[in-house]
């Protein structure tokens, strides 16, 4: 069974970073794609970044150059480098993968299994 778990989320301060980290297990193939999405209060979940096994990456208008996804195959985990940060980025995030193997996707990164969340909290 597929499980993940983030970590890496806390409070700092406007224009500080975190790094926050998903690590990912039941699996025995390589996914097609993982993502990071976030969800704040009274607000919809939205994708954040999204990553692709062939190394392509995707991100939200609203972190692009600030934000970072990257995953390290070999623990089989996904990270999230958070620069710049803003009160606006304040959330609960989650990473979410894609069941297909990375021979059998295509297109659009699906979110078949998701992790518990973390908290990431940001003061002006």
């Known amino acids: 069974q597929v499980q993940l778990v983030e970590s890496g989320g806390g409070s700092v301060q406007s224009g500080g970073s975190l790094r926050l980290s998903c690590a990912a297990s039941?699996?025995?193939?390589?996914?097609?794609?993982m993502g990071w999405f976030r969800q704040a209060p009274g607000k919809e979940r939205e994708g954040v970044a999204h990553i692709f096994r062939d190394g392509r990456t995707r991100y939200a208008n609203s972190v692009k150059g600030r934000f970072t996804i990257s995953q390290d195959n070999a623990k089989n985990t996904l990270y999230l480098e958070m620069n710049s940060l803003k009160p606006e980025d304040t959330a609960m995030y989650y990473c979410?993968?894609?069941?297909?193997?990375?021979?059998?996707?295509?297109?659009?990164?699906?979110?078949?299994?998701w992790g518990q969340g973390t908290q990431v909290t940001v003061s002006s």
């Open positions: 039941g699996y025995t193939y390589s996914n097609y794609c």
């Open positions: 979410a993968a894609d069941r297909r193997s990375a021979l059998a996707g295509w297109g659009t990164c699906r979110s078949d299994y």
